[in-house]
């Protein structure tokens, strides 16, 4: 199946992935199969996308699950599922077998998701879930605030991947920012000393991606919202290359 292609190498480690969940999210507006999620990830392949992330959510408020298989077959990219730590998403995960999963919190009231899985705290839960993937091959990641104690948490679940939160860093101004961009820059260098690859994404744009970019230890940002919401004025096919030069620019 497509979807367990590899991600891609690139001489400056960082790769892009593309969440498509807002293509769903206006197709599902008005119901019927317009715009496709698939289209949008077969754009991203041919225009130098490292990967599709889709979040299946308990709600089916945009991604549905007829989409994964889809998406998996309709690109060799590799497929990020962002999933909620529930039975169901664990059994929809085995059944697909993205290349990855990527565990995320998840509340039903939630526009987006906000903050990061408290993973320190919900260790118990966590463990059979991660261990279950990992044993069907699947690459596990968590979706977690660039805390000391979220990347302590993490090296106990024993997962390769944690992306981290950069929400707080995207909201911020100031002093406040330049606060935020040095923790996340900590914890994404505390994460590699430990053998996990730092992954990191939410609320990145073109304004504030390059900092983040610039941060030599992660490998991976993974961008959906704004995107999106560029290509309704310039297509996603110049969203996406926008990005990707910004993005090697910082490198």
Do not use: W
């Not at 497509?2 to 992935?17: D, E, Q, V």
């Not at 994404?201 to 230890?217: C, F, K, M, R, S």
Request: hydrophobic share 40%; charged share 25%; glycine share 8%.
């Amino acid at each position: 199946m497509a979807g367990h292609a590899p991600p891609r190498l690139r001489p400056n480690s960082l790769r892009l992935g593309v969440n498509i969940d807002h293509v769903a999210t206006i197709r599902n507006a008005r119901g019927g199969d317009h715009p496709d999620p698939v289209r949008a990830a077969q754009i991203v392949a041919a225009v130098g996308g490292d990967g599709i992330t889709a979040h299946l959510r308990e709600d089916r408020r945009h991604i549905r699950d007829e989409d994964l298989a889809r998406i998996q077959a309709a690109t060799n990219l590799p497929l990020n599922l962002e999933m909620a730590a529930t039975d169901e998403m664990l059994e929809i995960a085995l059944r697909h077998k993205p290349h990855a999963a990527c565990i995320v919190p998840e509340r039903r009231e939630e526009r987006t998701t906000e903050g990061g899985l408290d993973a320190a705290g919900q260790h118990n839960r966590l463990a059979p879930i991660v261990g279950r993937l990992a044993d069907a091959g699947i690459r596990v990641s968590l979706f977690i605030a660039p805390d000391p104690r979220q990347i302590e948490a993490a090296m106990q679940l024993r997962v390769p991947v944690v992306e981290l939160h950069t929400g707080e860093y995207a909201h911020a101004e100031g002093e406040q920012r330049a606060i935020e961009l040095r923790r996340i820059s900590d914890m994404a260098a505390l994460a590699a000393l430990n053998g996990i690859e730092p992954h990191a994404g939410h609320g990145l744009t073109y304004d504030n991606v390059q900092p983040i970019a610039a941060i030599p230890q992660l490998a991976e940002l993974n961008i959906g919202h704004y995107l999106i919401g560029e290509a309704i004025f310039t297509g996603l096919e110049g969203a996406v290359r926008r990005m990707r030069d910004l993005m090697d620019e910082a490198r």
